[in-house]
């Protein structure tokens, strides 16, 4: 701290900015650094540098939660946790995934070698629970959740078998005593899982139609399944949808509509601005072909119902289409000879269409309060096996929880398929998904396709681009906002894309990358800040939920990875014991 009470940056650094800068020489600077009181007040010297050197566009404003341009900089300068501090090599294969528990104190990581490991988040990290997962016969675990009071902890895993095998299994641990208390197929196996509530959490099982056709079944599931009766269900069919051109649902995660009105961010500047609640707007469309134009947003139409409510002479329409569709094929009226497989998927279409319930109302209705709505977050896709759309289905009230009719009373509603609410098409393989601390905006990692290429057949997909686009998606207008952050690259091809997680704090948002570095955007500015480096792959980062200066990375290089802001490292450096007793030593050898 200077006299005047303002935190020093290191002279270094202002040589440094004002050498890009341009404005002044050599000798000016270290005449500014040794007045460093008089630059800290210029708050115009400080909007210039701040636009300039992080190349930053004049019409973005300032951080709303700012109180001056200098504390911008410095809080870009000194929050971002990028000084590796320790490195934990516990893991003996390739490290997948890393969750952290909603206080913080804890934290999982997932791995190749089959285990999923629990760790004590201290000023030093230290291991508390190991579990091995061999013997239940998985091949390795891959991604994991605490429950939201952090008594329970949702390990998913995958089942060992050939190399196209798709099944997996969620297992549920107990943290007050690291016991197994209930383990729930899951097929196919990066559906992943996720918690609904306290003690209920989403599974998925898939059903071969055809030979590019099937059908997901999301299940939920009581955690505690020891209890059995007629009277009480430990699991209930959730939703039960049809998939088109060999696509399956994967990813699922759940999104909590409470604090949507009051987020920690708003990523809208012109929301900012005013200061108010955004107002309801034209639904765009996400599934333009043209991904190129990143100025401008995608346009997007609300998603026609699948099937509305059809009195029986419409319904009869419907199952005439079919009829219809099979008698131009035999007529030969067909404009262009079909495949097996579109033949297949047309006809699939065609049969669901009078048994696919209607979609909820509008997600965008302010009818009602958004304190109660929980959207059902998940990949598919509509045209090949890669998943590139996001489907959105609302969660009412009577469906989260197990209670109601025992499993296999409501065997009507099996002559039907549940309708997605809302779907964005990425035009592109997603490689990975998270929402912000509020679950107001959803962040997106995919690989582009060529733009305006066409896909023929579904099980080979245009290929996919190198460089990876992070896209912003606004759950509460489910709009895109702000261009796709850039920086980091994969390299896989499709057929072996594999997924990479990304964490969102509320000031910043991190993932990994295939170029063996981590990387870490402001959210607010969408610019990137901090390169992290490893070995290998960089497969997972997750920030602590309550000190976003802290920020751990995964990779397959076995190591995980623990990063501090410089200020945290400063502190904690200075709060390490001098070694009196070394430094007393060598006074007595120095005398003798």
């Not at 708050?43 to 930053?56: A, H, P």
């Not at 898939?206 to 059908?215: A, D, E, K, N, P």
């Not at 964005?424 to 929402?435: K, N, R, W, Y």
């Not at 895109?480 to 072996?496: M, S």
């Amino acid at each position: 701290m200077d006299g005047w009470g303002n935190p020093l940056l290191p002279d270094s650094v202002l040589y440094e900015i004002f050498l890009y800068l341009d404005h002044v020489d050599v000798l000016s600077v270290g005449l500014v650094c040794r007045q460093w009181h008089a630059v800290a007040q210029d708050e115009f010297l400080w909007k210039e540098l701040f636009y300039r050197y992080y190349r930053i566009a004049r019409e973005v404003p300032r951080h709303p939660a700012a109180v001056s341009w200098y504390n911008e900089f410095q809080r870009l300068y000194d929050t971002i946790p990028c000084v590796e501090v320790q490195t934990l090599t516990e893991h003996n294969d390739q490290v997948l995934h890393l969750s952290f528990s909603h206080s913080g104190y804890m934290f999982a990581s997932c791995s190749k070698d089959c285990t999923v490991k629990i760790w004590n988040n201290d000023l030093d990290i230290s291991l508390l629970h190991s579990s091995n997962m061999r013997r239940y016969n998985w091949s390795y675990t891959q991604f994991s959740q605490f429950n939201s009071d952090d008594s329970l902890l949702l390990v998913s895993g995958v089942f060992m078998g050939p190399r196209n095998a798709s099944s997996g299994e969620i297992a549920v641990i107990s943290l007050e005593n690291f016991t197994l208390l209930s383990r729930v197929r899951n097929k196919p196996y990066d559906v992943f899982g996720c918690w609904l509530n306290e003690t209920n959490l989403i599974s998925g099982n898939l059903h071969r139609i055809g030979h590019v056709t099937s059908c997901s079944v999301l299940w939920l599931n009581n955690a505690f399944q020891g209890v059995e009766s007629e009277n009480v269900n430990v699991v209930k069919r959730l939703f039960k949808i049809q998939n088109l051109n060999a696509s399956t649902i994967r990813t699922v995660m759940v999104a909590d509509c409470s604090h949507h009105d009051s987020p920690d961010l708003l990523l809208d500047y012109k929301e900012q601005l005013a200061a108010s609640v955004a107002c309801p707007c034209q639904v765009i469309d996400l599934c333009s072909d043209s991904d190129g134009e990143d100025d401008k947003p995608r346009q997007q139409v609300p998603l026609e119902p699948a099937a509305p409510d059809l009195p029986g002479d419409k319904r009869e329409m419907a199952e005439d289409g079919l009829e219809q569709f099979l008698d131009d094929i035999i007529e030969g009226h067909v404009r262009h000879i079909m495949t097996e497989m579109e033949m297949e998927s047309k006809v699939a279409e065609l049969l669901a269409r009078n048994r696919t319930k209607p979609p909820e109302p509008n997600l965008l209705s302010t009818e009602g309060s958004s304190s109660k709505k929980k959207y059902l977050i998940f990949t598919t896709g509509c045209l090949t096996y890669s998943p590139h759309q996001i489907g959105i289905k609302q969660i009412l009230p009577h469906q989260m929880t197990t209670a109601g009719p025992v499993l296999g009373e409501e065997r009507r509603s099996n002559e039907f398929f549940d309708s997605l609410d809302h779907v964005i098409d990425i035009h592109g393989h997603i490689i990975g998904m998270g929402l912000s601390p509020d679950h107001r905006y959803l962040y997106v990692n995919s690989r582009a396709w060529p733009q305006n290429c066409v896909i023929s057949d579904p099980m080979q997909p245009p290929p996919i681009a190198e460089e990876i686009d992070l896209h912003v998606f606004d759950l509460k207008t489910m709009k895109e906002v702000k261009r796709a952050l850039r920086a980091h690259r994969a390299y896989t091809p499709n057929d072996e894309c594999f997924f990479i997680f990304l964490d969102v704090s509320k000031d910043f948002v991190a993932s990994g990358a295939e170029d063996r570095h981590g990387y870490i955007w402001d959210r607010h500015y969408s610019i990137c800040l901090a390169k992290l480096q490893h070995e290998n792959v960089v497969n997972s980062v997750a920030f602590s939920p309550v000190e976003q200066e802290l920020l751990l990375t995964a990779s397959d290089d076995t190591a995980i990875k623990v990063w501090r802001s410089p200020r945290t490292a400063r502190i904690l450096q200075a709060r390490k014991p001098k070694p009196r007793k070394l430094l007393f030593s060598w006074l007595m050898n120095q005398k003798s």
